[in-house]
């Protein structure tokens, strides 16, 4: 077997910055899926995400569509993108 070098497509992701504002619940008998949302916003929106470690304050959620939304640690999430201080 070879191994050929290939270079990444760019692409374009929407995604937000985890803060103490959110709060980050487990969603029960699901190995893992999590929901975010914020507590005392009137909307109560809430964002359901696939993460395979603990989401904590300062990760990002990343969303390519509707059903390709996860986790990414900030460690991660800056290797892989630009972001502006």
Do not use: C
Not at 4 to 31: G, H, L, W
Not at 32 to 43: F, N, R, W
């Amino acid at each position: 077997m070879n191994f050929t070098d290939f270079e990444s497509k760019p692409v374009t992701r929407m995604a937000f910055q985890i803060t103490k504002y959110y709060q980050i619940d487990k969603i029960q008998n699901s190995e893992s899926t999590y929901k975010i949302y914020v507590p005392e916003d009137e909307y109560e929106q809430e964002i359901y995400f696939k993460a395979y470690e603990e989401p904590k304050v300062g990760d990002w959620i990343v969303r390519l569509t509707n059903k390709d939304t996860y986790h990414v640690t900030d460690a991660v999430f800056r290797e892989r993108n630009i972001v502006p201080e």
